[in-house]
């Protein structure tokens, strides 16, 4: 029985590679901070010099509501709500801003040594056996 690189062992460095990815990646994302500037009062998009807040949208969003509870069927109601809340939401997901916690040198490059590390012995353990598919697909076709 052959591992996950098509060769003895290999399944063993595909869960060693997995779980060292795995970790890696993890306490890399678990030292990244995410921050959002989002409120009413904020600033989402700007338009010429006049920016354009959160609480701004909200009025057509209110409208839009209104319009649909007074006639289902109007479609600029739905415009209005469906528009002012798409904006909302890409206004929130423009707002966030991500950076990495302090962190000493040592810690960053184990982590990436992890996860990278993981990575490697995770895809190595995959090519073996791409490779033995490759021979038994040429050999099938002469």
Known sequence: MKGAGG?????????????????GFYLLLNSVVVSSTFGMGARLFGIGGYGVTGGM?????????????????????????????GAM??????????????????????????????LGLFLRSLRGQAAQEDTEARRVRS
């Open 7 to 23: 060769t003895n062992g290999g399944a063993g460095q595909f869960f060693l590679g997995l779980v060292l990815m795995c970790g």
């Open 57 to 85: 949208i909200l009025i057509p969003l209110v409208i839009g509501i209104v319009m649909i509870f007074y006639n289902a069927r109007n479609v600029l109601g739905w415009l209005l709500a469906v528009g002012a809340f």
């Open 89 to 118: 939401v890409f206004g929130v997901i423009a707002s966030v801003s991500m950076n990495l916690r302090t962190m000493s040198a040592f810690e960053l490059l184990c982590i990436l040594a992890l996860a990278f590390g993981g």
